[in-house]
């Protein structure tokens, strides 16, 4: 089953806005990951955030994880064309039976030039 | 360049006809797994190991094999593939587990089983 879902699925910004994506899992994790995918191609690792860290930074990116909430946000500022591209949350689902991420169905981040 | 690389990108084949996708990794990770990805289903775990002659299933793992002979390979086995194996695959690997390591993913290998 899914862990993470992103909200919105969709979304699309003129260039220069910031993009705000959400993403809530269900269960406990250890750490929670943002990747990006461009279309057909392979998943990229944005930013890791670890369960006892609120925020953190990368860049234009800002990532934020409210535990008892069981939900996350990534912030993209000052948009680019190139941020277009689908955005995924994975949760560390290690010490539950296995070893492995669980990906939610992703958010398509659409930058209009 | 430290990378991740699957062969072949993209495949075509005929129910029942074993393929094999290989996948190989030359930063000298100790985890690596597969997924599938699908419209609507996002992305699921079909097998992943941890180190060598150790893996395990994933979420989706029947139809599939993989073996673990190296560190740097580890090869998804279709031995009679079906159309409900159509879907794009993703290799990943890891440093050491996946603790707080990002995966780093192959391109892809588009599967189309007719």
């Known amino acids: 089953s899914q862990q993470g879902e992103e909200d919105p699925q969709a979304l699309s910004i003129q260039e220069g806005e910031n993009a705000t994506m959400n993403c809530s899992y269900k269960?406990?994790?250890?750490?929670l990951q943002w990747y990006r995918q461009n279309s057909g191609r392979g998943l990229v690792h944005l930013i890791l955030?670890?369960?006892?860290?609120r925020e953190k930074h990368s860049g234009r990116l800002r990532v934020t994880l409210d535990t008892s909430k069981k939900s996350s946000s990534l912030l993209i500022t000052a948009s680019r064309a190139a941020d277009t591209a689908s955005y995924f949350c994975?949760?560390?689902?290690?010490?539950?039976?296995?070893?492995?991420?669980?990906f939610g169905q992703g958010t398509r981040l659409t930058i209009n030039p | 360049e430290a990378q991740v690389t699957q062969n072949p990108r993209y495949l075509i084949t005929v129910t029942g006809k074993k393929l094999t996708v290989t996948c190989s990794q030359n930063?000298?990770?100790?985890?690596m797994s597969w997924y599938r990805q699908d419209p609507g289903l996002g992305l699921r775990q079909i097998y992943y190991?941890?180190?060598?002659?150790?893996?395990d299933k994933g979420d989706v793992p029947e139809g599939y094999k993989v073996s673990r002979k190296e560190k740097r390979n580890f090869p998804l086995i279709l031995e009679s593939p079906s159309p409900n194996q159509t879907s794009l695959y993703f290799c990943?690997?890891?440093?050491?587990?996946?603790?707080?390591?990002?995966?780093?993913f192959g391109n892809g290998t588009r599967l189309t089983v007719t």
């Open positions: 990943a690997s890891s440093l050491r587990g996946l603790g707080n390591s990002p995966l780093h």
């Open positions: 269960t406990s994790i250890n750490n």
């Open positions: 955030i670890r369960s006892n860290e």
């Open positions: 994975a949760t560390d689902a290690t010490g539950q039976g296995a070893q492995k991420l669980v």
């Open positions: 930063m000298n990770h100790e985890y």
């Open positions: 190991s941890m180190n060598v002659e150790v893996t």
